[in-house]
């Protein structure tokens, strides 16, 4: 079965510290590969996407991730928090070929203190 | 203003109530989705519609009903028969369906007491 797993549940950082979010995937095939962001009373909202060429990608407000097929695995990375990037975090994945919905992960509750 | 809009924020119902959420899209996209937010569940997918008179079960459809009978809407019931109905719901909408980005919704935060 397809599914989606995220190694951190919480993760507290302090501002200017480095993050990366753990996101794995198991998947027949081809694959897509998406990190939504969930911030305090907004829309889910997508931060980067992968679905094939150079598999580091880079999303909007300094997020990027690496696409790494041999560890199935779709890591999230920022050089530098900021408190504002305060959210949930949810990595998801849908077949490549395919036109069913998103496998999300449970997602991470990051936390980043002033 | 182009996006999803949920309707209403909040609904409250009694149990062995049915209760229909609505959905509507203004962005001209072909697939609509539902999912289910749990806290520490992440979003499970209850149902798709990859075009108008067609949708999919997804993940955990037990419960639930779909109807698409417009492009722009897609309505989710929530039957009596949903064990567990209290969550958020989130609707979503994308171009086409498959490896294409999908827009979220405001989402409906449905309480069975």
């Known amino acids: 079965a397809q599914s989606v797993s995220q190694h951190n549940h919480h993760v507290i950082l302090s501002e200017a510290a480095s993050l990366e979010l753990g996101c794995n995937y198991s998947?027949?095939?081809?694959?897509?590969l998406f990190w939504y962001v969930q911030y305090p009373g907004q829309h889910l909202q997508l931060l980067l996407k992968?679905?094939?060429?150079?598999?580091l990608v880079k999303g909007i407000k300094g997020f990027e991730a690496e696409f790494i097929k041999s560890k199935f695995s779709f890591n999230l990375r920022k050089p530098s928090v900021q408190w504002s990037d305060t959210a949930e975090y949810f990595c998801?994945?849908?077949?490549?070929?395919?036109?069913?919905?998103?496998?999300f992960g449970k997602g991470t509750h990051l936390i980043i203190q002033p | 203003d182009g996006g999803i809009t949920q309707s209403p924020k909040y609904l409250f119902r009694k149990e062995g109530q049915n209760v229909t959420l609505s959905c509507e899209q203004n962005?001209?996209?072909?697939?609509m989705y539902w999912y289910r937010q749990d806290p520490g569940q992440g979003l499970r997918l209850i149902y798709y519609?990859?075009?108008?008179?067609?949708?999919q079960k997804g993940d955990i459809a037990e419960g639930y009903s779909v109807s698409r009978e417009k492009k722009e809407s897609f309505p989710l019931t929530v039957t009596s028969a949903q064990k567990n109905p209290t969550a958020f719901y989130l609707c979503?909408?994308?171009?086409?369906?498959?490896?294409?980005?999908?827009?979220f919704g405001p989402g409906t935060r449905l309480t069975v007491t």
């Open positions: 979503a909408s994308s171009l086409r369906g498959g490896a294409y980005e999908q827009y």
């Open positions: 992968y679905f094939s060429g150079d598999p």
């Open positions: 998947y027949g095939g081809t694959v897509n």
């Open positions: 519609s990859q075009i108008v008179n067609d949708f």
């Open positions: 962005l001209n996209h072909d697939a």
């Open positions: 998801a994945a849908s077949s490549g070929g395919g036109a069913d919905g998103l496998t």
